[in-house]
């Protein structure tokens, strides 16, 4: 098969009134897939997002890593001007995914039913931080927030020690949730026609998920589990150890013949095997201390390279704790190539490809937008002359267009 940039979404049009990263998240995975995204922004600044930081050539950190691969347009929708140009693009679009302040969108006339009279064929997904209905509804969310509300930062970390996972995951799932949403209601109607259904995702929802294993074992056995760092409450061993060479290494099992292949091939601990304290993986979980001493005894008297060399003999899991910036220059991502240089409007940059390994299909991997860099060609394309697009700027209904790095 020919590989090309025709994706699975091609033909398919995205309005986003996003910010920060979970909505973000959403919609440029809608682009790794082929969609046209139009990212609305505010002329004063746009997303905040991209004021973050300006580590990235001048531009922040976490606003180039979801936002590739867009089009940028400023309205002011807080004037009746920017918001019938909203609804021109509406009239064009197949979803509208937002994440805006609670209540924004229904001040802004896009409510469910506000949509599903104007634009009854619109997909329209809003990422909001605890669902309707209920005591905190109102309240903003961020990642963190979500997180320690959820019970996540309870098991992460610690005892007494709580975290939050560094990765912002409940933008990140939430905005993946998202995405496959409208990717299911895409493939429903497709052929079909009709009205669309409105979708939200509530960060909350979304981690109280994430929870499911912590949730079941506390509902079902009274026991608040917690947090055990680098190890796992659920199986045993499992965690982290240093190395007789300063590394950390990391080694796991999932099951009663894994522990077996550990003790007797790697540890060479026969009297560890036959133990009746760790017959099972529940008995491990129970002793996991006494495990974990020996484990860290054996690891450091044994160089990185010797120990997963021997467990990969054993067919033991196995992977070595990085940084960061040695991830950066990982042999598994080099090998598969897996880095590309995108536009930004302050020049290239490495970045990524999507996770999704398609035959045939090449990611678009699209430049990063300057603010507003598109709105005379959207507008151009929404039917409006240059002179209505220069009246609109003189009023300040659109801002002005930074200058891109791409097309």
Known sequence: MTSNSTGPLDGVTVVALEQAVSAPMCTRTLADF???????????????????????????????????????????????DGIDLLHRLLDRADVLVSNLAPGATARLGLSPADLAQRHPNLIALEIDGFGAGGPLSHKRAYDLLVQAESGVCAVTGRPDEPAKPGPPVADVTSGLYAALSIMALLYSRKGVGGPAPAVTISLFDTMAEMMGYHLNYTRHSGVDLQPLGMSSPAVAPYGSYPTADGQTVVLGTTNDREWQRFAREILHRDDLADDPRFRTNSDRVQHRDVLDAEIADWCARHDLAFIQKTADAAAIGNSRYNLASEVLEHPQLAARDRWREIDTPNGTIPALLPPPVIEGFDPPMGAVPGLGEHTDRILADAGLGRTEVEELRARGVIGPAQAGGGA
Do not use: C
């Not at 004021?51 to 807080?78: C, P, Q």
């Open 34 to 80: 082929g969609a046209r995204v139009i990212k609305v922004e505010n002329p004063k600044g746009g997303d905040f997002a991209r004021d973050y930081d300006d580590v990235v050539n001048g531009m922040a950190a976490h606003f180039v890593w979801v936002n590739r691969g867009k089009e940028s347009i400023t309205l002011d929708l807080k004037s009746q």
